[in-house]
């Protein structure tokens, strides 16, 4: 059987999509920092004697940043389900004669299925990460309209 090339502009999109996720891993965990951050300020003014307004406005910042935490988690979660043949994790299962077999006569359709599949990874990750962000926005600002609230009277 003749072996078909695969096209170098495939490859390379292979390469783009793997590197977009570890840019979307490298975000969410960037973001989670930041979210410890929010959660600490949380914490921290959870034990002082505020008004009222103040109280409500910073457990209700808490909601949307903890969500954001939520979603972050989720991006960065390995899947581990559905092994596309030839992934590493098929590899855990297939035989060595039948990984070489597969590789030696991958074919260009292989690659494009891993591109894609590796491409929807991506853009769910993204997703998340984005509306983390906006989450996390939010909570943001009713956390500084709590800070207002505790230091401005009513």
């Known amino acids: 059987m003749a072996e078909i090339p695969v096209p170098a502009g495939l490859l390379a999109a292979r390469d783009h999509v793997r590197d977009e996720l570890r840019r979307a891993d490298s975000k969410?965990?960037?973001?989670?920092?930041?979210?410890?951050?929010?959660?600490?300020?949380?914490?921290a003014l959870t034990g002082r004697n505020l008004p009222p307004v103040a109280t409500v406005a910073?457990?209700?910042?808490?909601?949307?940043?903890?969500?954001?935490?939520?979603?972050?988690?989720?991006?960065?979660?390995?899947?581990?389900?559905?092994?596309?043949?030839?992934?590493?994790?098929?590899?855990?299962?297939?035989?060595?004669?039948?990984?070489?077999?597969?590789?030696?006569?991958?074919?260009?359709?292989?690659?494009?299925?891993?591109?894609?599949?590796?491409?929807?990874?991506?853009?769910?990750k993204f997703i998340r990460i984005r509306r983390a962000v906006h989450l996390l926005v939010l909570g943001l600002f009713v956390l500084a309209g709590a800070l207002v609230a505790s230091v401005v009277p009513l």
Do not use: F, M
């Not at 965990?29 to 914490?43: E, H, K, M, R």
């Not at 597969?102 to 074919?107: C, K, M, P, Q």
């Open 28 to 43: 969410a965990t960037t973001l989670l920092s930041l979210v410890g951050a929010a959660l600490a300020g949380v914490v």
């Open 58 to 124: 910073l457990w209700t910042s808490a909601v949307p940043i903890g969500l954001s935490v939520l979603l972050l988690l989720s991006a960065i979660r390995p899947n581990l389900n559905g092994a596309a043949p030839g992934s590493w994790l098929a590899s855990l299962t297939t035989e060595p004669h039948e990984l070489i077999k597969y590789y030696r006569t991958a074919h260009p359709v292989d690659v494009v299925y891993d591109v894609q599949s590796l491409a929807r990874i991506a853009c769910r």
